[in-house]
């Protein structure tokens, strides 16, 4: 059982290009998350998707676009990457309002 | 705003010596509050979920217990494999739609276990 699955689990961009952080979940769940981790930063949601076909704006949005897919599937772009970007990205999912649970990551640092 | 404050920041155990996490939450009201465990380059790892005041679930070495202002991950005899990074959330009431689901998450406790 996979649960969450991230790819790529690291990456190195430089100022101004563009990249696409995939996600997929198999566990039928209707909500998905992403969320970055900053050094004394703790876990900051980005955006979240409560189910197909909705997106919602987090704590931190600015910078990011994301696409629900599918059920499974949610995307998070960075259109043109900046150096404050630089950080571990994580994906979620959850049922509703119980426990979200996250992958592994994507290690992003950009030059 | 919704805020999580975890103490320590760090903490450095004996294996077997007993201690505490905690976890204090300011919120208008408390929908859910959920430990997380995070490993070195993983993502954090689910343990418990707890809804009200007085409630505790146990796992192995760990317990959670909930009150109205804070919650305390007690570890008790703590064996190296317990080193990690243990994160508190709080998701909230009050908001409507997809933003109920929101969690807001603690910076977290470095737990360190020494043989």
């Known amino acids: 059982n996979a649960g969450v699955t991230q790819t790529p689990k690291f990456q190195v961009l430089k100022t101004g290009q563009s990249m696409t952080l995939q996600c997929a979940q198999d566990?039928?769940?209707?909500?998905m998350y992403w969320y970055r981790q900053d050094p004394g930063m703790g876990l900051r949601l980005i955006y979240y998707?409560?189910?197909?076909?909705?997106?919602d704006k987090g704590e931190v949005p600015n910078g990011y676009n994301v696409s629900r897919l599918n059920k499974r599937e949610f995307s998070l772009r960075l259109e043109s990457a900046a150096p404050s970007q630089t950080s571990v990205y994580f994906c979620?999912?959850?049922?509703?309002?119980?426990?979200?649970?996250f992958g592994d990551g994507t290690r992003l640092s950009i030059l | 705003e919704d805020q999580v404050t975890q103490s320590p920041e760090a903490l450095r155990l004996q294996e077997g010596e007993s201690s505490s996490l905690n976890c204090s939450y300011t919120?208008?009201?408390?929908?859910?509050l959920f430990w997380y465990r995070q490993d070195p380059g993983k993502g954090p790892e689910f343990l418990f979920t707890?809804?009200?005041a007085g409630e505790e679930k146990e796992k192995e070495r760990l317990k959670a217990t909930l009150t109205k202002k804070e919650s305390f991950l007690h570890i008790t005899a703590p064996k190296p494999e317990d080193s990690a990074t243990y994160l508190c959330?709080?998701?909230?009431?009050?908001?409507?739609?997809?933003?109920?689901?929101?969690?807001?998450f603690g910076k977290g406790t470095k737990l360190s276990v020494i043989p």
């Open positions: 919120v208008s009201g408390l929908r859910g």
């Open positions: 707890l809804y009200s």
């Open positions: 979620a999912s959850s049922a509703r309002w119980e426990a979200q649970h």
């Open positions: 998707s409560a189910s197909e076909g909705t997106t």
């Open positions: 959330a709080v998701q909230a009431v009050g908001y409507s739609g997809a933003g109920s689901y929101q969690l807001t």
């Open positions: 566990m039928n769940h209707n909500s």
